[in-house]
């Protein structure tokens, strides 16, 4: 394998001109894509439309004439299409945190109803901190006790005592993807409701909710669905759950009748009872061009198709790294099925200056700092896009990486000052 053999491979990709609907700087090789996704060709006009036309000149009417309101149930239908739901089960909310605190309490309030003698709600050690922190405040409410598991080969002797299992489908700091639909059908069996994150799925790898029978899910709007820095999430609730309660965020827009202005809550029918506050319209605006450019690939094979070439890349990346640059462990699953859309490394020391020194080269990944128990590593984090990603791309990021390893560019002391986001 050489670099004219990278180049063939995109000259022959079918889902090559997908890259020409993102507005990428010339000489940087983006594969940070998994933290914040690059920008789509239409989002700028877009949201200057939405500034010019529809706030300044249609100004509070465009709530009803550029149909503002319902921009979390439209926006939300299109994410449905890429993880499997339903149209009207899903909705564009606030932020991820906040939505798993929503559906981590519905299901909460099922299982008090249902198996008020299980007291236990099962997550991962590895899991993101957000959930977890959210999770363990939620317990602490409820009187729950939250136990993390270090491996998933753990969860099933918890079962009998759980209630909920609480889990991101692709680890963000391995890529590691569970088995959805067998490790929701094993928490069913057991008894226990099954809630996803799919931070790290949505748009990056196939997701069929539906066929899972999940029970909620949650998502983030700014990573594989390019929806820009703090974009809206997005949550879903199986349809046989989502009239059983009512969320605790009860604000007006999750109301029957909204512009009733009654001092009680009734809630709405169905997903739309997950709103709390007034949608954020421009946030949502510029979401919406994120989703429809993940959508224009569905004339390419849609997601199946990325996921094809996701694992091109990533197999590629970790083929090049094991040959050239053995010093490097991967942390990223090899075995496909099990790998989400990122290719993890670590190494002995410096992780974090070869990221700043890769960066400084123009190829953009990131770092995640291991626990500090040192129960696992610091890592080096590249991202996969497919849509925009090429195979030229890998290629060239691990020569940099060569080359930052092979004349130690990285001790430079400027690499080695830690910004406030790393
Ligand atoms: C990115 C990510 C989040 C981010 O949550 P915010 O509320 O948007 O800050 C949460 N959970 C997981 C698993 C993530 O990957």
């Known amino acids: 394998m050489n670099r004219d053999d990278a180049v063939a491979l995109d000259r022959d990709d079918p889902l090559a001109p997908l890259r020409d609907l993102f507005d990428l700087p010339d000489g940087t090789i983006y594969l940070d894509g998994n933290s914040l996704g690059a920008l789509p060709r239409t989002t700028a006009g877009r949201v200057a439309e ?3 036309q529809e706030w300044g000149r249609g100004l509070i009417e465009s709530w009803n004439t550029a149909s503002w309101i319902t921009l979390p149930q439209r926006v939300g239908d299109k994410i449905a299409r890429v ?10 909310a606030d932020s991820t945190s906040l939505n798993v605190y929503k559906v981590l309490a519905s299901a909460l309030s099922i299982a008090a109803a249902d198996a008020p003698e299980r007291r236990v709600v099962i997550s991962e050690r590895s899991n993101f901190p957000t959930d977890l922190y959210i999770a363990s405040s939620l317990c602490r409410e409820r009187g729950y006790e939250l136990v993390l598991v270090d491996s998933p080969d753990e969860i099933e002797g918890l079962l009998d005592r759980a209630a909920v299992l609480m889990l991101t489908e692709v680890n963000y700091r391995t890529g590691y993807l569970h088995p959805m639909a067998a490790v929701t059908a094993l928490a069913h069996e057991r008894g226990v409701l099954a809630v996803w994150d799919l931070c790290h799925s ?3 790898v196939p997701v069929d909710l539906r066929g899972a029978d999940a029970d909620f899910a949650i998502g983030c709007g700014y990573k594989f669905l390019n929806g820009g820095p703090g974009a809206p999430a997005f949550l879903w609730v199986n349809p046989r759950h989502v009239d059983r ?3 605790p965020l009860s604000g007006w827009m999750g109301h029957a009748a909204p512009f009733e202005m009654s001092p009680g809550y009734r809630p709405a029918e169905g997903v739309s009872r997950y709103l709390s506050g007034t949608p954020g319209v421009i946030a949502i605006s510029a979401l ?7 959508l224009a690939a569905e004339a390419y094979g849609g997601l199946e198709a990325l996921r094809e070439k996701s694992l091109g890349l990533t197999r590629l990346f970790a083929d090049v790294v094991s040959s050239r640059l053995p010093a490097f462990r991967i942390e990223s699953p090899l075995d496909d099925a099990r790998r989400g859309s990122q290719l993890s490394l670590s190494i002995g020391e410096g992780a974090y200056a070869i990221v700043q020194a890769l960066i400084e080269r123009g190829v953009v990944g990131d770092f995640r700092a291991g626990p500090e128990d040192g129960s696992a590593p610091d890592i080096l984090r590249f991202g996969v896009t497919p849509l925009y990603t090429r195979y030229v791309d890998i290629w060239d990021a691990v020569d940099h990486l060569v080359a930052v390893m092979d004349d130690d560019e990285w001790r430079a002391e400027r690499f080695w000052t830690r910004g406030a986001v790393t």
């Open 202 to 204: 949505a748009g990056a």
């Open 245 to 247: 309660f009512s969320q």
């Open 50 to 52: 939405v500034v010019t």
């Open 83 to 92: 993880v499997g739901a339903g149209q009207g089960e899903v909705v564009v």
């Open 288 to 294: 919406e061009c994120g989703v429809d450019t993940l």
